[in-house]
C-alpha cells in the first residue's frame, strides 16, 4: 500500500479571526439578505486535514460574499482537529477521535459517548438542521478527479447537475453503511424533504487546484440557488458520469493489502480481488466495479473502499 508522500501547497492558516460567529456557535456565520430565498449552508473541515473547504469558506468571508436573497450560513466544523495539523503526519488531523462525517444519527447524538467531534456535531446540530440546502466541502487523501457525493435523491441529483462542475457523480442509494454523514443529519435524510444536501469532493487534501475546486463549486452552488449571480464566464461541464455504491467493507485487521497500490477511479472485473484482509477476501461485486477512496493505510475500523457500478 506504499504511496508517495504528498505534495504541500495549501497549508493551513490561523482561524482564529473567525471564531466569533453570530449565530451562538463558534466558527458559524449567517449574513441574511432581508428577502425571500432559500438557506444555503457552505460547510468547511469536516475532516480536519480537507483545506480546501477552509479555503472556500474563507473566500467568502474574506471577500464579504453576501446573499442577495435568502441566508447564506458558512461554518467551519472540526476546527480542533485542523488546529492539530502536523506536517510530518498529515493524514493525522482528520479527525481527534471520532470520524465527524458518520456519527449525524440520534443514537450518537443523543446518547452517552463523548468526544471533540460528538460534541461539536450537537452544538452543530440547530445549524445544519436550519439551512434548506447543504454544501459539505471535502477531499481525498490521493490525487483524484473531483465528484459529488450525495444520497440517491432525485433532489441532490438534479442540483449536482444544474451546478455542473464536477463531472462525476457518487450515488448513494441507500445512504451510509458505515454511518450518518453531516448531509443526512435530521430533514436532509428524509427522501419527503425538497432540500439537496451534497458533498463536494474537491481532489487531494494539500494541492491548490483542489481549493480552486472548492472556491468555483461553491460560488456555483451559491448561484444555482440564486444568493449570488452566475458567471457567464464559467465554462460548460461534460455530461455526469455516475456511479451506484454497492459496498463499504470496512478494515478488519492492519494487515489489510489491495492487490496493488490503488488511489480510485480503477476498475475491476466480477469476483476480481481487490484486497485482502486478514484470512478474508474483498472482491469486485460486479463487472467494471470502480473503486473510490480507497484506504491510504490499513487503520482497523475505518473504510476500506467504497466499491461502485457505473449508471
Not at 458533498?199 to 456555483?220: I, M, N, P, W, Y
Not at 473503486?291 to 487503520?299: G, L
Amino acid at each position: 500500500m506504499s504511496l508517495p508522500p504528498p505534495t504541500f501547497e495549501v497549508l493551513p492558516r490561523d482561524l482564529g479571526a473567525y471564531r466569533s460567529g453570530n449565530v451562538g456557535v463558534d466558527y458559524v456565520h449567517r449574513f441574511e439578505s432581508g428577502k425571500p430565498g432559500p438557506h444555503v449552508l457552505i460547510n468547511a473541515l469536516t475532516h480536519g486535514n480537507e483545506f480546501c473547504g477552509m479555503v472556500a469558506a474563507t473566500y467568502l468571508l474574506d471577500n464579504a460574499v453576501r446573499p442577495k436573497r435568502g441566508t447564506l450560513t458558512v461554518s467551519f466544523a472540526n476546527v480542533d482537529a485542523y488546529n492539530s495539523f502536523d506536517q510530518a503526519n498529515p493524514f493525522a488531523s482528520r479527525m481527534l477521535v471520532h470520524n465527524l462525517n458518520r456519527i449525524w444519527s440520534k443514537e450518537w447524538m443523543d446518547g452517552d459517548l463523548d468526544s471533540p467531534e460528538i460534541r461539536r456535531a450537537r452544538a452543530m446540530r440547530p445549524v445544519v438542521d436550519a439551512a434548506d440546502h447543504v454544501l459539505d466541502i471535502h477531499s481525498t487523501a490521493s490525487v483524484v478527479e473531483p465528484f459529488w457525493v450525495y444520497p440517491g435523491f432525485e433532489r441532490n441529483a438534479s442540483v449536482a447537475a444544474a451546478v455542473g462542475a464536477p463531472a462525476i457523480h457518487l450515488v448513494m442509494p441507500a445512504g451510509m453503511t458505515t454511518g450518518v454523514p453531516l448531509i443526512q443529519q435530521g430533514r436532509h435524510g428524509d427522501p419527503a424533504d425538497p432540500g439537496a444536501a451534497l458533498v463536494v469532493e474537491c481532489g487531494q487534501h494539500f494541492l491548490k487546484a483542489s481549493a480552486d475546486t472548492a472556491v468555483d463549486v461553491t460560488l456555483r452552488f451559491l448561484a444555482h440557488f440564486g444568493l449570488i449571480d452566475v458567471d457567464p464566464a464559467w465554462p460548460q461541464v461534460p455530461q455526469p458520469r455516475r456511479f451506484e455504491l454497492l459496498q463499504t467493507p470496512v478494515i478488519k485487521t492492519e494487515t489489510m493489502t489491495f492487490v496493488r497500490p490503488l488511489v480510485g477511479m480503477e476498475t475491476f472485473a466480477n469476483g476480481e480481488l481487490i484486497a485482502t484482509d486478514g484470512a478474508d477476501e474483498v472482491r469486485a461485486p460486479c463487472d467494471n466495479c470502480t473503486v473510490f477512496m480507497p484506504a491510504r493505510a490499513p487503520i482497523v475500523g475505518r473504510e476500506l473502499a467504497f466499491l461502485t457500478r457505473p449508471l
